[in-house]
């Protein structure tokens, strides 16, 4: 069991990260698109790291903190929001779906993709 001062160190300074990359993506990238790109990464990361055998101060830093402040629900939420009240409804609802389809299934590849990787690593030793 992690001490608590310590797991909210590791959630806080990995949250620093995240939100310092998040902000560097929003830099590069503008609007709705940043928010499907910071959503699909951040979800391919967190499925990667859930399914590594990494111990539970690595996954504090990296899923709850690094992930869950790159990651942007409430920037998603905005946007979608936004652009139907806009009258853009159907564009609305297409970012909606897209940026849960990219995330979810960036998430399931992240898992996929480290549980083969520990299969073959496994397979050598």
């Known amino acids: ?14 949250g620093a990260v995240g939100a310092m ?3 560097a993506v929003g830099l590069r990238i503008a ?9 699909t990464l951040g ?4 499925g990667a790291v859930l399914s590594a055998p990494i111990g539970a101060n690595a996954a504090l830093f990296v899923a709850v903190g690094v992930c869950g402040a790159f990651t942007t629900f409430s920037s998603f939420a905005v ?9 853009d409804t159907r564009v609305a609802a297409g970012f909606a779906a897209v940026n849960l389809a990219l995330a979810l ?3 399931l590849l992240g898992t996929v993709a480290v549980g083969r990787i520990a299969s073959v690593v496994a397979g050598l030793l």
């Open 79 to 87: 946007e979608t929001v936004s652009t139907a009240a806009d009258g």
């Open 1 to 14: 069991m992690t001490d608590p001062v310590l797991a909210a160190a590791l959630v806080g300074v990995g």
């Open 43 to 46: 979800s391919l990361a967190l």
């Open 31 to 39: 609007g709705r698109r940043s928010v499907v790109v910071v959503n």
């Open 105 to 107: 299934g960036a998430f």
């Open 21 to 23: 990359a998040r902000h």
